[in-house]
């Protein structure tokens, strides 16, 4: 029996932590400033207002509402075009596939949307804000599991930060390395493959029957 993909979003799905930072420089750059990296696993960018904050704390002038809604546009047209075809590859022949993020409930909201928009079938969407915990505390994958009826052991992660997403396996899921936006400078010898696409998901889940 096959196993069912679960995936993280953020840097597996789509390359957050760059595509996230090209709007910051622009609207810093539009404002006449030296662009500076945000760090996003500190400052989420569904929230203005910790986006200000960050401003704020580095003397930095910009509206992050434009920040934000440049993001969102991007994101959506991306994961329309480039993600989600695949993941309905996916979910119709291994799911219904889940989710699991280290992220805020304006961004479940914003995902929920664009996922419900383009008719994707799934079942389980878990940010960490909503469970009060982020990985690599095994919390959030527990408060995934309680919405699933299938054995644990029948779920395979999907992530890219191996650190934080291979806590996935303290509770009897797989763990996949996803590699293609890789930001955290993770080395690890377990199972992985390049991006969250159709073949590569199929081939490795072969692997992990």
Not at 4 to 29: A, H, Q, R, W, Y
Not at 69 to 93: Q, R, V
Not at 120 to 149: C, H, M, T, W
């Amino acid at each position: 029996m096959n196993k069912i993909p679960v995936f993280d979003i953020g840097d597996t799905l789509i390359p957050d932590n760059s595509k996230i930072n090209e709007f910051v420089s622009k609207e810093l750059e539009r404002n006449g400033q030296t662009p500076v990296k945000m760090p996003i696993n500190s400052f989420n960018v569904f929230k203005t207002e910790e986006v200000a904050r960050w401003l704020d704390s580095e003397g930095l002038h910009a509206n992050p509402s434009i920040i934000k809604e440049k993001y969102e546009i991007w994101a959506e047209k991306f994961l329309k075009e480039e993600i989600i075809p695949e993941l309905k590859k996916i979910d119709s022949e291994f799911g219904p596939i889940g989710f699991i993020s280290d992220n805020s409930i304006e961004a479940k909201k914003f995902y929920t949307k664009v996922f419900s928009d383009a008719e994707l079938d799934y079942k389980g969407l878990v940010v960490s804000e909503e469970v009060g915990v982020k990985k690599p505390n095994e919390e959030i994958f527990e408060a995934f599991l309680s919405q699933r009826d299938e054995e644990r052991e029948r779920f395979a992660y999907f992530g890219n930060n191996v650190d934080r997403d291979l806590a996935a396996e303290k509770t009897e899921m797989s763990f996949v390395w996803v590699t293609q936006y890789c930001v955290f400078g993770t080395h690890y010898s377990g199972l992985k493959i390049k991006k969250v696409s159709y073949n590569d998901v199929k081939a490795v889940l072969r692997v992990l029957k």
